[in-house]
């Protein structure tokens, strides 16, 4: 049971450039989550799904797009990145909503230059 | 509006008892989390208040009171590896609201 895996752990983009961070969790979890992270802030929730096919903004979603085709996949996608995308970004999942215990995975450690 | 206040920093010994305040103002308010991450981890669930009062798991207590929108982490018998941040979370409808996090530094 590897729990919220992401992939890749760090990146450096060109302004321009996409990319697509990958999450994945086998805990068969309904509800999930992309956060980001700048240095010596909180979490911003960027796009959730609360089940396969069904995705929601959350408070940061410009410059991203997401896709939930099956339980256990939430793609990011960042298109025409841009240096204020630099950032760590976390995926997250629940089994019970945002309510219940969110686990995280590691984090994607992005930089925009 | 929306707001939320936690200390930037609290320090602490070993051995001792920290608590570490979270004032909110949100609609849609339905509980309070908090989480813990340790520098270049990801965050881990510590608590959820549903209810007023006190939640307790093991060292770790928190507390809510919806009437005066305040709630506290309280941390007992301070241990080295609780040096930390700790982020209050504030459940607004379907998603959680988290703010600058409070970074506790425990020294021996």
């Known amino acids: 049971n590897a729990g919220v895996t992401q992939t890749p752990k760090f990146r450096i983009l060109k302004i321009g450039q996409s990319m697509t961070l990958q999450c994945t969790q086998d805990m068969n979890h309904n509800y999930m989550y992309w956060y980001r992270q700048d240095p010596g802030m909180g979490l911003k929730l960027i796009y959730y799904?609360?089940?396969?096919?069904?995705?929601d903004k959350g408070e940061v979603p410009n410059g991203y797009n997401v896709s939930r085709s099956t339980t256990e996949d939430f793609p990011l996608r960042l298109e025409l990145a841009a240096p204020s995308q630099t950032s760590v970004y976390f995926c997250a999942s629940s089994p019970g909503g945002a309510e219940d215990t969110q686990y995280f995975g590691p984090g994607t450690r992005l930089t925009v230059l | 509006g929306q707001s939320l206040e936690q200390p930037s920093e609290v320090t602490a010994v070993e051995g001792a008892i920290v608590q570490i305040n979270c004032t909110y103002q949100?609609?849609?308010?339905?509980?309070l989390s908090w989480y813990q991450q340790h520098d270049g981890g990801a965050p881990t669930f510590l608590s959820y208040n549903g209810l007023d009062g006190l939640e307790e798991t093991g060292r770790f207590s928190s507390f809510l009171s919806r009437s005066d929108s305040y709630g506290y982490l309280l941390l007992q018998e301070l241990q080295m590896k609780d040096s930390a941040s700790y982020f209050c979370?504030?459940?607004?409808?379907?998603?959680?609201?988290f703010g600058t996090g409070t970074r506790l530094q425990v020294f021996p």
């Open positions: 979370a504030p459940l607004r409808t379907d998603k959680l609201i």
């Open positions: 949100t609609s849609g308010f339905y509980g």
């Open positions: 799904s609360v089940g396969a096919g069904i995705t």
